[in-house]
Structures are given as C-alpha cells and as structure tokens.
C-alpha cells in the first residue's frame, strides 16, 4: 500500500460509521469483545444515525486504531455467513436494540449469505419448454424480474413506452426531483451503488444508476422501447396472451405464455378538474411532464398542490422565479431532515468496497430505520384519549416534535403556521421531508395560498374569493392516478372480463397485490395494497414480487403447467385480511382525504404488512392458491 492509498484509507475510517465498523471486525476476527461492552454501540432512532455511535473518544480511537491494523495487514475474514442465531445477535447489537429473529432469514437473504431465489430442481426435465413472458414497464421493479428470468433462461421481451430505461425516474427530471429513502438501501440488494454522491439522490444519479443496471445485465437487446401496450387479451385455447402494442411504425401483436405490467403506481399523471384550463396562454404542465427547455429565469409561476412534487420543486426555483405562487388544498406532515441535501461522507465510498461487510451492515442500518420500525406506531390505541388528532401516545409525541419543528421554521409567521400544521394524525398521508420547504414559503416572492381555485384564465388563477393573480407559467403538481394501474392497459381475460371491470369504482384488488382470479398467467408489480405507506424501499419490494413471480414460472415449466389462475378464496381472504389490518392503521382515519383511498373510503395504496411478513408471503409461491391447467397438445410454450 503507498503512501497515498494509505493516506486515502485513513481518512476514510476516520469518517466511518463505528457501528458499522465494530460489525466488520467481528467478522475480520471471529472476537466476541465486540461484541460486549464497551463496543456496544448506543441506540440511535434518527434517520441519519450519529457515525460515533455513542462511544466514548478513547473507544472510538481503538475500534479506529483495530480496523486500520486489519486492513494494513490484510486479514481476511474469520466469520462469513454467521448462521441464523449469530446474526440475529449481531442485528440487535449494531442497533442497540432487539430485533426480532423473523427479520434473520430475511436479512441473511438480503445480505447475500442465502438465496430464496427461484431455481430449477435436478428433476427439471426440459427448460427450454418455460413459459415466455412479457414484461410491460422498464423501471427498476421490470428490470428487476428481467433479470431473475435471464438467470433461469426463461425468454423474456420487455414493452416500454419511453426511449430509454428508468421508469418514474427517466419521465419525473422536475427542479429538485429526487428519491426520499437513502440510495443504500434504495438500489438491488445484489447490485450496489459505493458511488452514491449523496444519502438521498437525485433524478440524474436514479436514472443513471437504471441504465448502468440494463447495461451490466445486456437487457437493452430484450427491451422494445418506445412501444406502449394498447390491449392484451387471454385466449383459452392456446393458454396463452395475444398483446397488442404500438410502435412507432404501427400497430403489432406479441404473444406470450406470462404477462406481467410493471408499470407501477406512479404513472398516469393526474390533470385536475379546474374551469378553464384550457384558456391558460403560457406553459402549463404536470410535474413529471417537465419541459426540457423551459425557463423559468424571472417568470411569475403558480404551482398547484403541496405534494411531494411540490416540496422539491418550489425551494430549487424560488430564487430565479420572479415569484412563486403554491396553492395548497390541505397541509402536509412535512419531517425535519437536515441532512436531506448533504453529500455523502468523504471516505465512505471507499469503506462500502474496501472493508469487509461495511457495505452490508451499512444498508441493513439503512433498511431497519426505513423499514419496520415505524409501522407499529400507525396503529390505533382504542383508549387514546385524543383520536382526532393523534393514533396513540407515540404518535401524539411524533405531532408534537413536527408542530414544534413548524413553529421554528415559520418562527414569526403565525399566518403561515396556521395554514401549515395540518389537523390530521401524522403520517395518514405520505409524510414528506423538509428539503428548505419552510425557508421557501417564508421568501417575500413566495406566497402560500388555500383558498380554493375557482378558475384558470389566460393569464393567471382566480380563486374562490375573487383573487386572481397572474402567472407565466403554471405547474400542476397534481398525483398520479393510483386506482388503475394496470387497468388502464385493457387486459381482458377468461369469458371476455376485463380487468377494468374487476376493479371498477376504484377498487383493485389483487391476491399479493399481484394475481387476480380470470387472469391466468397475469402478474402485476407494484399493484394495488403494495405502496409502503410505512417506509421501505420500492426496489425491496420489486425484489420480493420477480423472485415470487419467477418461482411460478419455475413451477409452470417443471409441472407442464400451460397457465396459473388465482383463486377467489385465495384474494378474497388476502383482501378480507388487508381491509381488517387497515380499520386500525392511520390510513382509516376519518379526518382527511388522501389518494390511498378510493372514493368509497377503502384502502387500495399503502400495504399494511411489515417488509418481513411480505418477504415471507412472496418468497415462493404456493400452488394451492391456483387452479392450474396441465399443458395439452394444443397448448403453446
């Protein structure tokens, strides 16, 4: 090692996290004194943890000193898979806190030392005969299972309307855009990113990070790209489904054994009902249909919704705009996070690819923070005394740090402070991150308005008060249509339903949020019941669905199974389960509008499961929740 790789590894377990380090080197070392006093690290709740862990300073220089030691001498690890009752050990003890032991084979899953992954028996008979899938959407949930079926062999094409790969995240390139759970834990558990240059990312690193993805596992040959699905309909004969798509040089039908949509929630932009929409003489568009040109240098731009869109977008145009205009329709729980914006830790790069294990106990800190470990407190406690405020005491206190976090950012604005605590519990929508959304609103060029809009005209919004204030230019951060999902493909199955029938009046459902009964051989990811209103990672659980999906295609292919339809049992008693698990979450309550429900008041959105129990159910499919249609001599493969 030269002096300046030295150099460079100093630095950079100077800035370690120490928790994290102690973990390496009980696995550098096998030494059971790290894991005891006084190298147990301090239980640290915060989002960002503190990287000294509670250690005292001379405690600190050790563990610093030992790790150093180690990596001159390039000791090799004692301990590489700890097993099950060891790791369980190691998970309590780097976060100071029990954890319990259903998160161990879950874990030991993510972190690579087991696999669930679906693979071919020794009495696998013929491969070649697997059913071949289509795969509707490029994101990263459809990029996911492309690759779990190009490791199994299993041929595979994937439609997707945009150029390139990326999903949400090519289409959503807005001020500001960016992910709100740490990129660590926000990316494949098999294909990580050391390269992150912060904790919480922009849409240009997201993307990039996509396309590296397609490029290092060869999907772009097996993709279609600006091909959008127009129709998809079952045909019982054959076993098999007749999709139409449009290119751009005209209409074609693809076949396929499997259809699967990975489109996703977060993908028909929604366009508000306002009079006079129409009329508006200047730019005028939805946040994820930003224009590539446009310049908002010294413009008057009116934004309409408070969303999350909103949040990020406002505080990066506020100072070339001439003015800002936010017209809110009701307040957002909006969290303190200081270190949204900051840029990951010098050294920590070198740590993630250099010392051993750093990386995977870094995304499992990662993972327990903006996992789990909230949902326990969006449950209804029947005898709080307060319930149209709060949920429960842990609750209650969780309102009272934001109100208190409010009333300092908008310290001497009592107009402001009333329009933005919100009377709702938290977290009963999507609670968002303060990303300098209280400094923004405070500027003398920003004005928050709540008056409801009456009508758009051609050079501005009026609203219910007579107000109009002009604008140049206004973007509407307005939602994405969370109720169709892949309804909106027009897929038709057994006896000609459709599934825009089976999910009429805004209610989809689906059995794992992922198969419906009459749609043979259709999965959908990302479906209704499966957004983490909780926390979590969307990749995670694009994870859980392709290795769930993947494993029936395995089974199809070894029992010469032509198709796999859910049962009816099988979603009405998962559905019956969700609705009851809902009645006493926060997503229930009666105190505000949110787009987790439908218009009936029933959520369809945010899944009520810890990460782990939904790990459980789609870490292989059960036949017995199918009716399952042997393949005939008239059956295609």
Known sequence: MNSSDRTTMHEAVAAGDLRILVMSLFHLTGDRRWLEAPYRPARDVRLIADPTAGYAPDVQAEIRATVIDMLEREVRPVIDDPGNELLGELMSVCLGEQ??????????????????????????????????????????????????????????????????????????RYPGCGVDTPNHFYSFSAFPNYGWSRYFSGQPELQAYAERYADTFTLRPNIRFNTRVTGAIWDDDSQRWDI???????????????????????????????????????????????????????????????????????????????????????????????????????????LLEN???????????????????????????????????????????????????????????????????????????????DKGWFKAIRRPTVELV???????????????????????????????????????????????????????????????????????????????NTNMGHGGSGIFLGECQARYIGGCVVAMAEKSIASLDCLPASRDEFIARVDALHENLVWTHPGMSTYYRNRSGRVVSPMPFRLVDYWGMTRQPDLDDFIATQRGPNCAT
């Open 99 to 172: 954890v319990p032991s259903e998160y161990v084979a879950m874990m030991r899953d993510d972190m690579g030392f087991t696999s669930s992954d679906p693979m071919w028996s020794d009495a696998a008979r013929d491969r070649a005969g697997a059913p071949d899938v289509v795969i509707v959407g490029a994101g990263f949930s459809g990029m996911g299972l492309a690759v779990q079926l190009d490791r199994l062999g299993i041929k595979y094409t994937v439609i997707e309307k945009n150029p390139d790969v990326g999903g949400t995240w090519f289409e959503n």
């Open 244 to 350: 139409t798509v449009r290119t751009p040089i005209g209409d074609d039908v693809v076949s396929a054994a499997v259809f699967v949509s990975a489109i996703g929630h977060f993908n028909e932009p929604v366009t508000p009902v306002i009079a006079g929409l129409d009329e508006f003489s200047g730019p005028m568009f939805h946040t994820a249909r930003w224009p590539t040109d446009l310049d908002i240098a010294d413009k008057h731009v009116a934004v309409i919704g408070t969303g999350a869109s909103a949040m990020q977008i406002v505080p990066t145009i506020v100072d070339a705009a001439a003015s800002v205009t936010v017209y809110q329709r009701s307040p957002q729980w909006v969290r303190e996070l200081p270190e949204y914006n900051d840029e990951v830790r010098p050294g920590t790069p070198w």
């Open 355 to 433: 010392v051993a294990y750093y990386a995977l106990w870094n995304r499992f800190t990662l993972f327990w923070r903006y996992g789990d470990g909230l949902l326990r407190f969006l449950a209804k406690d029947p005898d709080w005394p307060h319930p149209g405020r709060s949920l429960n005491r842990v609750n209650d206190r969780h309102r009272q740090e934001i109100t208190d976090y409010i009333e300092r950012e908008l310290a001497g604005r009592p107009d402001l402070i009333e329009k933005c605590v919100p009377t709702y519990p938290p977290y009963g929508k999507r609670i968002l991150l």
């Open 450 to 528: 709540t008056e409801p809009i009456e009508r758009v005209e051609s050079g501005g919004v009026v609203t219910a008060d007579g107000t109009q204030r002009n604008a140049d230019v206004v973007v509407l951060s307005t939602g994405f249509s969370v109720t169709d999902l892949s309804a909106r493909l027009g897929i038709v199955g057994r006896h000609g339903r459709t599934l825009a029938d089976d999910w009429a009046n805004d209610n989809p459902h689906a059995y794992l949020g992922i198969t419906v009964p009459g749609f043979p051989n259709f999965f959908c990811m990302f479906g209704p």
